[in-house]
């Protein structure tokens, strides 16, 4: 069965600095990964998706992820944040085969960003 | 810009008064999601439909139901709003089942 871990859930980061947040996953099978962002009372917007092409990944508004598989993780990084990334962050799997639809989201990361 | 829209952004009801949310879509997507989400939590899937084929999720209340007139509509109805009900409801499409989820912004119900 698929899942997926976001290890903090909660970041803090002072603008202008690096972003890290880590998504570890399992899967039986080399699975299709996203992350998603939601700011408040909105609802949530794709930043990026693997699917088996390259593993280096970039995404919309800086963001980029790297799916390693031999750590199972796809880790969501932005080598400098700005304030309007702060915002709730989940890292999705699609649930079992690809033709299911249903995606098994993480418990979600509040990135905090500072000035 | 296709897009997904769900109306109203906030509803407001009365214990056991029911509502329908709606969720309309201009990407032409096979597939259509209702979700509840509720505070610092993921969104948990009640139910999708497939073109006409609608799947429910083993454990949405039957108090929670969906039509899906067309192609492009949705809609959720809550036939008997508890307070428990109270959340943010989330229309997602998708082209085919498999790919990423496209969402709307969410309709956040409040349950008096």
């Known amino acids: 069965a698929q899942s997926v871990t976001q290890l903090d859930s909660h970041v803090s980061v002072s603008e202008g600095t690096p972003v890290l947040l880590r998504c570890n996953y399992s899967?039986?099978?080399?699975?299709?990964l996203f992350w998603y962002v939601q700011h408040p009372n909105k609802g949530l917007q794709l930043l990026l998706k693997y699917t088996s092409a390259a593993t280096l990944v970039k995404g919309i508004n800086g963001f980029e992820a790297e799916f390693k598989k031999s750590e199972t993780s796809f880790h969501l990084t932005k080598p400098s944040a700005h304030m309007s990334d702060a915002a709730e962050y989940f890292c999705v799997v699609p649930q079992g085969s690809s033709n299911t639809g249903k995606l098994i989201f993480g418990q979600g990361t509040t990135l905090q960003v500072k000035p | 810009d296709a897009m997904v829209i769900q109306n109203p952004r906030y509803q407001v009801t009365q214990f056991g008064k029911p509502v329908t949310l709606s969720c309309s879509q201009t990407l032409n997507h096979n597939v259509m999601y209702w979700y509840q989400q509720k505070s610092s939590q993921a969104p948990k899937l009640l139910f999708h439909?497939?073109?006409?084929?609608?799947?429910n999720e083993a454990d949405t209340p039957d108090n929670f139901q969906s039509r899906r007139p067309n192609t492009s509509f949705c809609f959720l109805d809550i036939r008997s709003p508890g307070l428990g009900d109270a959340a943010m409801y989330l229309c997602?499409?998708?082209?085919?089942?498999?790919?990423?989820?496209?969402f709307g912004p969410g309709t956040r119900l409040t349950v008096l």
């Open positions: 899967s039986s099978y080399s699975p299709s």
């Open positions: 997602a499409t998708s082209r085919e089942q498999g790919f990423g989820q496209f």
């Open positions: 439909y497939y073109d006409k084929d609608f799947n």
